[in-house]
């Protein structure tokens, strides 16, 4: 996959995920975060959020619908590797005490979401992996404006 290959959007968000994403993306921009949902790493793995903000930082965000969608989800810890901070978010009857303590925790609805626990700070990534990721982010956000802009694109 190149940097302009994502075709990724709130449409590969499983259900109930997309409107949780759309709360977190209201927080996250309300903090000085801009994002993209469904994120493709250089690893080929999807991150249900990413942001960034105006001083290069990169957030990932990991949505967990529930209990079950959790204990299925073993890919999760890849994506520290990719990001300064990372976050869970949850809905509000989420059982948090299953969450690792070591992440940042959001709760969020359709609406928006609250910040439970700041996400403890990664370490910091290599210059070279910060511009790659800021590049794939950059080029992503551009195509998807260009779908909407021009639907003929995609077809």
């Not at 996250?28 to 793995?45: A, C, H, I, N």
């Not at 967990?64 to 810890?77: E, G």
């Not at 969450?99 to 609406?111: F, K, M, N, V, W």
């Not at 609250?114 to 990664?122: D, S």
Request: proline share 5%; net charge negative.
């Amino acid at each position: 996959m190149t940097m302009d290959d994502d075709t990724g959007g709130a449409g590969g968000i499983p259900d109930g995920a997309d409107l949780l994403a759309r709360g977190v993306a209201r927080l996250l921009r309300e903090m000085g975060q801009t994002s993209l949902t469904e994120f493709t790493l250089r690893s080929g793995r999807r991150a249900d959020l990413a942001a960034i903000d105006r001083g290069g930082k990169i957030t990932i965000v990991e949505i967990k619908r529930s209990l079950a969608d959790f204990r299925a989800d073993a890919k999760w810890p890849e994506y520290l590797e990719f990001c300064d901070a990372f976050f869970f978010a949850v809905p509000v009857e989420f059982p948090r005490d299953v969450l690792p303590e070591d992440t940042g925790l959001l709760i969020a609805d359709r609406y928006g979401a609250e910040l439970i626990r700041p996400a403890l700070l990664t370490g910091g990534l290599h210059a070279s992996r910060r511009k790659e990721i800021l590049l794939r982010f950059a080029t992503t956000a551009a195509n998807r404006l260009q779908r909407l802009t021009d639907p003929e694109l995609s077809a």
